[in-house]
């Protein structure tokens, strides 16, 4: 169920999701995986999902999204290149499988650098935090019935395995409107920044003002 959303009259609130995607090759298998979960468990949210890891899922009214990429930009520059490993799967309890990332460092160092320098940006309100995936994982399904699709497709995944690997040399924001019977349209990529390991001089906080 998706979270509702109360807007203040006349702006529009947006759902954001700040991903890291693999290659595309990768991106194929992965895709692959979850269509072959999808068709065996009959579980749609695999089969739409796209193929990414999530670093911070955020509502903010459309209003502060200039202020926002502006920073999520800065951020970028100053952020080398990293390599993202992923091995084998794991599970949420009940609900919920992925891939493993094994290389959690450099993705852990990304997203604390996010929360000190956006947090403020992406806060709605009291309710409407942003949410900081500081453990992370690359989803091949979600939204489980905990009796037969997660039961039997955990015990069939948790013996498969997966090996696979990308260089992260950009995040990318993608973004989905609110309507007003809290409904959601598609996300579609708002913007991609490179990472560019750029000694970034300005200070935390110029960029609020």
């Known amino acids: 169920m998706e979270k509702i959303i109360t807007a203040m009259p006349g702006y529009r609130a947006c759902e954001y999701l700040l991903v890291l995607s693999p290659h595309e090759e990768l991106g194929n298998r992965i895709m692959k995986t979850k269509e072959e979960f999808a068709d065996k468990y009959k579980s749609d949210y ?10 911070v899922n955020f509502m903010q009214y459309e209003m502060m999204e200039e202020r926002i990429v502006n920073r999520l930009r800065m951020v970028a520059m100053g952020c080398p290149a990293f390599k993202v490993e ?5 599970s949420f309890p009940s609900h919920t499988i992925y891939i493993n990332v094994t290389s959690k460092l450099p993705i852990q160092n990304l997203i604390k650098t996010l929360r000190t320098d956006g947090q403020r940006l992406m806060k709605l309100n009291d309710d ?3 949410h900081f995936i500081m453990e992370p994982y690359l989803t091949i399904a979600r939204k ?14 948790s013996n498969k395995h997966f090996t696979g690997g990308f260089i992260a040399d950009n995040m990318t924001l993608l973004k989905r409107q609110i309507l007003t019977d809290n409904s ?3 996300y579609q990529v708002k913007e991609k920044f490179a990472f560019q390991n750029l000694p970034v001089a300005t200070k935390q906080g110029e960029l609020f003002g």
Do not use: M, V
Not at 86 to 90: E, P
Not at 144 to 157: A, F, R, S, T, V
């Open 184 to 186: 959601r349209t598609k």
């Open 86 to 90: 992923l091995k084998d799967f794991g």
């Open 144 to 157: 489980l019935k905990p009796c037969w699709q997660y039961e039997k497709g955990w015990l069939e995944y």
């Open 128 to 130: 409407n935090k942003p």
């Open 46 to 55: 695999a089969k739409w999902g796209k193929s990414h890891i999530t670093l």
